[in-house]
């Protein structure tokens, strides 16, 4: 089984910045895609950005040019660098992989708890 964990939430103020990180662990013998999902209170969870093994990004287009996804491979970690944060970006950040596991062998996609982002007004 493969566990997700994210940190680095909290509240920030209205054009600040913040680093999330989302550390997998457990059988794992390699993660292909990794992204990043947000839900803000009563509406559906959407794309923010996803990165492949070979650093590809997608972005969603509310978080275009002031987000950016990077991947650490050896520690098997995704992170979303947010700047220029507005309060509509105030949501639960949801960490996303699609994980290659050792034992048993399979392919699945998984997903964290969540983290709260609250950008003040």
């Known amino acids: 089984q493969v566990q997700l964990v994210e940190s680095g939430g909290g509240l920030v103020q209205d054009g600040g910045s913040v680093r999330l990180s989302c550390a997998a662990s457990?059988?794992?013998?390699?993660?292909?895609?990794m992204g990043w999902y947000r839900q803000a209170l009563g509406k559906q969870r959407e794309l923010v950005a996803t990165?492949?093994?070979?650093?590809?990004?997608n972005y969603g287009t509310s978080v275009k040019g002031r987000f950016t996804i990077s991947r650490a491979n050896a520690q098997n970690t995704v992170y979303l660098q947010m700047s220029s944060l507005k309060p509509e970006d105030t949501a639960v950040y949801y960490c996303?992989?699609?994980?290659?596991?050792?034992?048993?062998?399979?392919?699945?996609?998984?997903w964290g708890p969540g983290t709260q982002v609250t950008v003040s007004s």
């Open positions: 457990g059988s794992i013998y390699s993660i292909k895609n």
């Open positions: 990165i492949t093994s070979d650093d590809n990004t």
């Open positions: 996303s992989a699609l994980v290659v596991s050792k034992t048993p062998f399979r392919i699945d996609n998984y």
